[in-house]
């Protein structure tokens, strides 16, 4: 996270999530959480909430968000292209239209080349999907103003496609995107629901109509304050219900995180074993062939062995016949 945003006293919200919605995708949520802790701390609940609020961008949103950042001239050309295909539109000059359709496919496609640069860069793969939605949403942006203004915003949570008039979200509704400068307004301009008729006609325990009823501005007042006690009962409980998610969710990502730790310690020992018993294998051959080799060593010498004994009993009787003719030759002496 920047450290602008983390070491700021009396957090500027909007600031901080334009910077919020410069970081990568995965650093998002944790970011998202750090910021409204922090904005809780320096400028109470509603800048934490309104913090709280913002959705993680898709990959083709996030690549539109950068082209903001990093491309904004040929961002914004593009846009003041768009104006003007409005112009020759409503002029019905073709000739002028064809031209500027023809630099709008220029730049878009430049555009589309530096997004996928861009996400390189980040350690990311932009697939045709999201290079695809990232076009549908420089289109919607020079067809339609409105979409023009979420774009340069730099602060997309979805893709934007325009169907016929107007920009739409991926999923068929209004193009999502964050514009806290909307909420604060949403949140001080709450309606309030039309008064009831029950005041004519409340009845009395006992059926009878009653006599009287309380003006009503007393019954105005009271509506109110059961309003804004159920706006703040309906807060509380959504706070309660994004806390239980947050820890679920920080449970999740730490068994995640100890699983895949054992994983990885777990291949580590099975790599090492795997070498040794390469090692063993080999060892295992090399003495197989040397035991081999010994055999046959054995074998020869087993049959030289044979073949002196052989010769030494032949030794032995040509010793004995030598003997017995000495005898033999002795005795024949006078």
């Known amino acids: 996270m920047p450290v602008s945003i983390v070491q700021a006293r009396g957090m500027d919200v909007d600031e901080a999530v334009a910077e919020l919605y410069g970081l990568?995708?995965?650093?998002?949520?944790?970011?998202?959480n750090a910021m409204a802790k922090r904005a809780k701390a320096e400028n109470g609940r509603e800048a934490a909430a309104q913090i709280q609020a913002l959705r993680k961008p898709t990959l083709a949103a996030w690549l539109a968000n950068q082209l903001v950042r990093q491309h904004g001239a040929d961002l914004r050309e593009l846009l003041t292209v768009g104006d003007d295909m409005r112009d020759a539109t409503a002029a019905s000059d073709g000739q002028r239209l064809r031209e500027l359709t023809s630099r709008r496919k220029e730049l878009v496609d430049g555009l589309l080349i530096q997004a996928r640069r861009t996400a390189e860069e980040a350690g990311l793969r932009a697939g045709d999907d999201a290079v695809e939605a990232l076009n549908e949403t420089?289109?919607?942006?020079?067809?339609?103003?409105?979409?023009?203004?979420?774009?340069?915003?730099?602060?997309?949570?979805?893709?934007?496609?325009?169907?016929?008039?107007?920009?739409?979200?991926?999923f068929g509704g209004d193009a999502d995107v964050i514009s806290l400068s909307e909420v604060r307004e949403a949140r001080g301009q709450r309606t309030r629901p039309a008064d009831t008729a029950a005041g004519a006609g409340a009845k009395v325990d006992d059926g009878?109509?009653?006599?009287?009823?309380?003006?009503?501005?007393?019954?105005?007042?009271?509506?109110?304050?059961?309003?804004?006690?159920?706006?703040a009962e309906r807060e509380r409980r959504l706070a309660r219900e994004r806390e239980e998610a947050e820890d679920e969710l920080r449970a999740a990502e730490k068994a995640v995180e100890a699983a895949s730790d054992r994983v990885e310690a777990v291949l580590t020992r099975l790599d090492e074993?795997?070498?040794?018993?390469?090692?063993?294998e080999s060892e295992v051959e090399?003495?197989?062939?040397?035991?081999?080799?010994?055999?046959?060593?054995?074998?020869?010498?087993?049959?030289?062995?044979?073949?002196?004994?052989?010769?030494?009993?032949?030794?032995?009787?040509?010793?004995?016949?030598?003997?017995?003719?000495?005898?033999?030759?002795?005795?024949?002496?006078?």
């Open 273 to 280: 074993r795997r070498r040794v018993a390469e090692r063993a």
């Open 208 to 231: 009878r109509r009653a006599k009287t009823k309380r003006p009503k501005a007393d019954r105005d007042g009271d509506k109110a304050a059961e309003d804004v006690e159920e706006d």
């Open 286 to 334: 090399r003495l197989t062939a040397e035991l081999e080799s010994a055999r046959r060593d054995l074998d020869h010498a087993q049959a030289d062995v044979h073949g002196a004994e052989e010769e030494l009993d032949e030794a032995r009787s040509e010793a004995e016949a030598a003997l017995r003719r000495r005898q033999t030759a002795k005795r024949r002496l006078p």
């Open 138 to 170: 420089l289109l919607a942006a020079t067809a339609d103003p409105r979409a023009a203004a979420q774009v340069e915003a730099g602060r997309l949570t979805h893709p934007l496609q325009h169907v016929g008039f107007g920009p739409f979200g991926a």
């Open 24 to 32: 990568v995708p995965d650093e998002f949520v944790a970011a998202r």
